[in-house]
C-alpha cells in the first residue's frame, strides 16, 4: 500500500495521433490480412487437391459400378447335363450351343469368336442356376450373363471402333455379332452388384470386393480385439497409477516415438515375430490384424490418455472421498466418461489402420484368392491390398475396377471418420 | 469426564481425532509445521487462516486424501478415537467412508441424484436390498435438507441442480456412508448467499451427529458455524480455541492481526 502512493508515472502523454504510431496500427492490420488471404489460399489449395483426387478417381472409376449383361438362352439338354454328376457335367458344350443357336448364320471359326463375347464366368452362373433348379434339366434357361470385359470396354465407349481391326482386341465379325445383340435388345447395364459381391478373378467382369471385405472386416476384428484392451489398460496404467518418474518419462516418450514408426517396419517386424517365430498362417487376417493392432496401438494409448486426463479431478475426488479404491474410481467413473474420446480415438486409429497397404504386403495378405476367407486363419486380401493387385493387372477392365475400389474404400473412411466425429458430438461433455 | 450427562451434551469434551506433530512436505517444500491439534466429537470446528496457510493440506490428512499425491510426505500421528489412521493396518479406502468429505466446488457423479447419493452404500456393500438403499437414500436426502426438492426427480442427472443443491447433494453423498466425522474444504465458497445460509443451517444440524471440520475463508461463517476455531498461519497453527474467545480475546497477536483484516 505505501508503494502505490510513490510510484506517479512521469512519463510524457503518449501521443495517440503519432503518424509513426498510426502507421504501426496500419502495418498490424496489412499483417492481419494477409495472414488471412494466406489461411484461405491454404485451405482452398488442399480442397482443391481433395477435390481433384475425388473426381479423377470418380471420373476412371464410375464405369466400374455398371456392367455390361447379355441375355441368354442356354438350352439345357440332358444329353449334356447329369443330374447326377453336376460338376462334371459339359457344361462347356452346353454354352456352345447356347450360341450356336443365338447366331444361326455364323460358321464354326465365326462361333468361336462369337463365344468370346460371353465371360468366361458364363458356364458356371449356368451350372449354379441349374444347381439350384434341376428342374430346368431338358428345359430351356433363360439368364442374365456378364459380358467378357472386352466387350464391356467396347458397350462402355472405350473402345475406338475405327482403330485398325489389329490394333483393338475385339475383331471386326465380334463387332458385327455384339452390335446384332444390341439391336435384339440383349445387351443390358444393369449396375455391378458383382463388384461388391464377387471375390478376386482373373476376369476383371466376374472381379470383386467380397473377399477384401471380409478380408478387411477380419483385420478389424482382430486389430479392435486387441488394441482396444490392450490400449486401454496401458494408457490406464500410465495416467492413473503409474509413478512419474524417469520410467515413465521415458515410456511416454516412446510411446509417441512408435506412433510415427514407418508401417512398413511393424510389417518387417510382424514378418519376423509372427510368420518366422511363432509360425502363424502367412497371408492370414489374424496376422494382419495383430500388425495393425501394434501400428494403432500408439495412437489409441495417446487418445485414451488424453480422454482419461480431460476427466476433471474433482470427479476423481469425489468418488475418492466416499471411499472408492483407485480401481473404483477409474472404472466407475473415469473410464466411463472417457469413453467416448477413448472411442472416437480408436475409430480413427482404425480408419488408419484399414488403409495400412505396406505391412500387409509383407506378410502376403497380398495373394490371389478366388475365394473369400472363411475364417481369420486363411489367406485372405484386404482393400488396400485388392487394390495394389488389380492396380497391377493388365487388364483394361481393372483400371476402372481399382478407381472403382479406391472409391469403395475412401466411402468406408469417411463413414469411419463421420461416425467418430458423430460420438465425439453425441457423447462430448463440457465441465 | 466421561459422564453420562457429559456424553449425550452436543458441545462434547471427547476428543474425537487428536493430531500430534503433524508436519506435511510436498516435495521440498514444509508446508505444515508440526501442528497439534484435538478435534472434538459432534461439533463444528472451523480451519481459518489466509490462502496458502496450510489449512485444507491439514484437512485433507484427516482422510488421507493427500495420500493420492505421489510427492506428499505425512509425519507425526493423527488419532481418530485412538487409532492411528496412518497406522499400516488401516486402510485409506475404509478411512474416507467413516471420514466422509466435501470439497470446495460441487462435484455430484454425472449420475442421476440417487446414484449419487447411493455409490457410496453400494461401493461398501452396506445394504443388502433395494428397498434398504432406498430407505438410506432418503434419509441422507433428508438430512441434507434436499429431499424435498429431489423426491420427484430423484433419477435425473445430479448436474443438473442448482449449485447450492449440488453442494447439498455432495453432502447427502458423504453422509450416506454413515461416517463419523465430516470434513468440509470451503463448502460455500461457490454458492450465493442463500445457498450459503441453506447449507450452514446443515452444519449447525449436522453436529448433532458427526464431528464436522470446516475449511472456511470467510470468518463470519466460522463464527456462527462453528464451536472450535483454529487459526492457521504459513503451515503452522497458530492459534486453538473456543471459537467465541478467538473471535473476541486471540491470544496471539497474529491472530488479532487476521481477524481484523491486517493481515491476509
Known sequence: MPDMAQSSDTRARFDWTDPAYLERILKRRRAEFWLKVGGVVSISLALGFLALMVSSLTATGYKAFTQTHVTIEVPISAEHVDEADIFGSKWRVVMKEAVAQMFPDLDKAGLKAAAEILSDGAQYMVRDAVIADPSLIGGVLTIDVPVSDPFDQMNKGLVDRTTAEDKRRVDDAQILAFDSLAAAGRISAPLNWGLLTNADSRFPELAGLKGAFIGTGYLLMVCFAIALPVGIGAAIYLEEFAPRNRMSDFIEVNINNLAAVPSVVFGLLALAVFLNWFGLPRGSPLVGGLTLALISLPTIIIATRAALKAVPPSIREAALGVGASRQQVVFHHVLPLAMPGVMTGTILAMAHAIGETAPLLLIGMNAFMTSAAATPLDSATALPTQIFIWADSPERGFVSRTSAAILVLLTILVMMNGLAIWLRRRFERRW | ?264
Open chain 2, 1 to 264: 469426564m466421561k459422564d453420562i450427562r457429559m456424553e449425550s451434551r452436543v458441545d462434547s469434551t471427547v476428543n474425537k481425532i487428536e493430531a500430534r506433530h503433524v508436519q506435511v512436505h510436498y516435495g521440498t517444500t514444509h508446508a505444515i509445521k508440526d501442528v497439534n491439534v484435538d478435534i472434538r466429537d459432534r461439533a463444528v470446528t472451523a480451519f481459518i487462516g489466509p490462502s496458502g496457510c496450510g489449512k485444507s493440506t491439514f484437512l485433507r490428512c484427516l482422510n488421507r486424501m493427500n495420500d493420492t499425491i505421489a510427492t506428499c510426505r505425512v509425519e507425526g500421528s493423527i488419532r481418530m478415537e485412538g487409532q492411528d489412521i496412518y497406522d499400516k493396518s488401516v486402510d485409506p479406502v475404509q478411512l474416507r467412508a467413516k471420514v466422509g468429505m466435501v470439497f470446495q466446488k460441487p462435484n455430484p457423479f454425472p449420475k442421476s441424484i440417487y446414484d449419487n447419493v447411493a455409490y457410496g452404500p453400494r461401493i461398501h456393500g452396506m445394504t443388502s436390498s433395494k428397498a434398504e438403499l432406498d430407505q438410506i437414500v432418503e434419509t441422507s436426502l433428508r438430512r441434507a435438507a434436499l429431499w424435498g426438492e429431489v423426491k420427484d426427480r430423484l433419477n435425473a442427472p445430479g448436474t443438473g441442480l442448482s449449485g447450492g443443491q449440488q453442494q447439498r447433494l455432495c453432502i447427502a453423498r458423504s453422509i450416506a456412508t454413515s461416517p463419523e466425522v465430516l470434513l468440509m474444504d470451503e463448502p460455500c465458497s461457490a454458492l450465493d448467499p442463500i445457498a450459503t445460509a441453506q447449507v450452514e443451517e446443515l452444519i449447525d444440524e449436522l453436529r448433532a451427529d458427526f464431528s464436522v471440520v470446516i475449511v472456511t475463508h470467510s470468518m463470519q461463517q466460522a463464527a456462527r458455524v462453528s464451536q472450535h476455531t483454529a487459526f492457521f498461519h504459513l503451515g503452522s497453527l497458530v492459534e486453538y480455541g473456543q471459537t467465541g474467545q478467538i473471535f473476541t480475546n486471540p491470544k496471539d497477536p497474529r491472530t488479532e492481526s487476521y481477524i481484523t483484516g491486517k493481515i491476509g
